[in-house]
């Protein structure tokens, strides 16, 4: 079973910057989407952002300017850069990769900004 192995969290001032890293355990076959979700305590998992097969990124309003998505379908690995973060950016980030059959997720995270 392919697993995802995220890295890259932490605790940092607010206005810093960290760089989050997921990797496939495995080799992973027509990648459709790649992605970052967060989930705050008491809240609901969102989509931070994501990048399509061809390219094509997207980016939750909130961190839009701030956050920057990249990948490798490849290699099945997907980057998150993120500046300028806010104390509103504390939580647990998960990745998550699909193709047309399966969905895979990391097991998070944990992303702390402090005021």
């Known amino acids: 079973q392919v697993q995802l192995v995220e890295s890259g969290g932490g605790l940092v001032q607010a206005g810093g910057s960290l760089r989050l890293s997921c990797a496939a355990s495995g080799s992973i076959f027509s990648i459709s989407v790649m992605g970052w979700f967060r989930q705050a305590p008491g809240k609901q998992r969102e989509l931070v952002a994501s990048?399509?097969?061809?390219?094509?990124?997207n980016y939750a309003d909130s961190v839009k300017g701030r956050f920057f998505i990249s990948g490798d379908n490849a290699k099945a690995t997907v980057d998150l850069q993120m500046n300028s973060l806010k104390p509103e950016d504390t939580a647990v980030y998960y990745c998550?990769?699909?193709?047309?059959?399966?969905?895979?997720w990391g097991q998070g995270t944990q992303v702390t900004v402090s005021s």
């Open positions: 998550r990769i699909l193709t047309a059959r399966d969905v895979y």
């Open positions: 990048i399509w097969r061809g390219g094509t990124t």
